[in-house]
């Protein structure tokens, strides 16, 4: 606790990328609520994954028989940042 307005939390937890495939994703950060009853939270931290990127070795100028498998998953950092808001009872 900074003070009695403002706090500090480390977040902890777990996402997934809906995509053709399921990616399970970990995210990183803090919180800072600010206030007591209505609370109003900032979130930032780091989002570490799999990203579904398209394959360097991929040839578009190529006429395929079959459809090519374009996309390889890859591990990626990305950020992230929220606002919300919480009210206590």
Known sequence: MINDNLRVHFVVGMCISISEDILPKALLGLRLPYRKKHSIP????????????????????????????????????????????????
Not at 48 to 59: A, L, Q, W
Not at 63 to 78: A, F, G, T, W
Request: charged share 25%.
């Open 42 to 89: 900032l979130d930032s931290g780091i989002n570490i994954g799999n990203t579904e990127v398209m394959s360097k070795n991929t040839n578009f100028d190529k006429e395929y028989i079959k459809k090519p498998d374009v996309l390889i998953n890859k591990l990626d950092i990305n950020y992230f940042i929220t606002v919300g808001y919480t009210f206590k009872i």
